[in-house]
Structure formats: C-alpha cells, structure tokens
Nanobody, 123 residues
Framework: VQLQASGGGLVQAGGSLRLSCAAS????????MGWFRQALGKEREFVST????????DYADSVKGRFTISRDNAKNTVYLQMNSLKPEDTAVYYC?????????????????WGQGTQVTVSS
C-alpha cells in the first residue's frame, strides 16, 4: 500500500489543522492505521492509531482530548483532526499502515509509511 499525507501547515497556538492520508489499493480496510510525528532532533513518536473499522482508537497522552483520528474506508483515507495546537506539536507528521486489522502503537509494527507533512505551531 502507498500512502500520501497532506494537510500540514503553519498555524498559531490554539488553532486547528486536519491531516489526511490517502492510501492506494483496494484493501485499505485490511490495515490498521497510525499517525506518528518527529520533531527536529528527536525520535519519531507515536501519536494515534485506529483499527480497520474505525471503532477502536488510541492516543498518546500528550494529544488526548485534542486530537481525533478517524477513517473513511470508502475513500481509502485516514484523518487526524488536531485542535488546541501547541508549539510542542510542531513536527513532521507521518501516516503509517499496519498489516493487521488491530491497531498498534509501536513504530516497528508498521510496514508502510507516507512521506510526512510538516506541522508548525507558532506561539
């Protein structure tokens, strides 16, 4: 599966952005999906994950209550709605697909990665 992330940009603290990740292929519903991020000089970290049907999700503590992951299997797309953004949310955001229908929060559980989209939150 090939992934294309979009929707990043520059936003002021307290603002919102919605990231999208479009997947190629007709088997999108077979994959659990995840969002990870990597800030400059830091390791890539887990942000959120969703199972194949969209009824099971998980979030990093740092984004709980502010970010919402969702998916539309008919459109082969997963979304990350980000509200109440903080400067510490600044990073390159990556979407990833896991060869399992069960969601997962670990970097090495994901075999397919998109190219990343930059999110910059100014104070």
């Amino acid at each position: 599966v090939q992934l294309q992330a979009s929707g990043g940009g520059l936003v002021q603290a307290g603002g919102s952005l919605r990231l999208s990740c479009a997947a190629s292929g007709r088997t999108f519903s077979m994959y659990a999906m995840g969002w990870f991020r990597q800030a400059l000089g830091k390791e890539r970290e887990f942000v959120s994950t969703i199972n194949w049907s969209g009824d099971s999700t998980d979030y990093a503590d740092s984004v709980k209550g502010r970010f919402t992951i969702s998916r539309d299997n008919a459109k082969n797309t997963v979304y990350l709605q980000m509200n109440s953004l903080k400067p510490e949310d600044t990073a390159v955001y990556y979407c990833a697909a896991r060869s399992s229908r069960v969601r997962g929060g670990k970097f090495d559980e994901y075999a397919y990665w998109g190219q990343g989209t930059q999110v910059t939150v100014s104070s």
